[in-house]
């Protein structure tokens, strides 16, 4: 009886050890493959201003180039325009990227005046920045949440 228990148990661990070394793999994978796609700032609209507050939409654009689907979980980043602090965002809805696709999110951002300034309102109304988001884009996996960090920049005063 002893020796059922100790190979019941040597089996149990086993078979624990297996789906970690696979479980680590497709961690992996699904790491790798997040960090291969591409981040880019499609556009920055205005889209209300009152007298407190802005309220932007951004759309980014995430390009998938592997041969594998890819989540995208969760979206934390900084928005800038000339260099400038906007403020902070995030975008919390799951995106799924095709293989080889292209996907846009769409994140509603909100800023107070104070942050802008009436110069960079008419910046952003003639369509003139530089915009750049730094952010960490997420992955939920079973083993926790998987950061991986982007900036993208986009210049639009070529417009």
């Known amino acids: 009886m002893k020796y059922d228990r100790k190979i019941r148990s040597l089996g149990i661990v086993l078979v624990l050890a297996v789906l970690a070394t696979a479980g680590d793999c497709a961690f ?9 796609c591409k981040f880019d700032l499609d556009s920055v609209q205005v889209k209300e201003v009152s007298f407190s507050a802005i309220k932007l939409g951004i759309d980014v654009g995430i390009e998938n180039p592997n041969p594998e689907q890819v ?7 900084d928005l800038y325009s000339n260099d400038k602090k906007l403020g902070s965002g995030k975008h919390n809805e799951t995106a799924v990227v095709a293989p080889s696709e292209r996907k846009v999110v769409n994140i509603d951002f909100e800023t107070s005046l104070s942050n802008v300034g009436m110069g960079l309102i008419q910046t952003l109304q003639s369509g003139r920045a530089t915009y750049r988001l730094d952010g960490t884009a997420y992955l939920q996996t ?11 920049e986009k210049d639009l005063s070529s417009r």
């Open 28 to 36: 992996q994978r699904m790491r790798e493959n997040l960090k291969n």
């Open 71 to 77: 989540i995208l979980d969760q979206l934390v980043f």
């Open 142 to 152: 079973f083993l926790g949440k998987v950061p991986v960090p982007f900036s993208i």
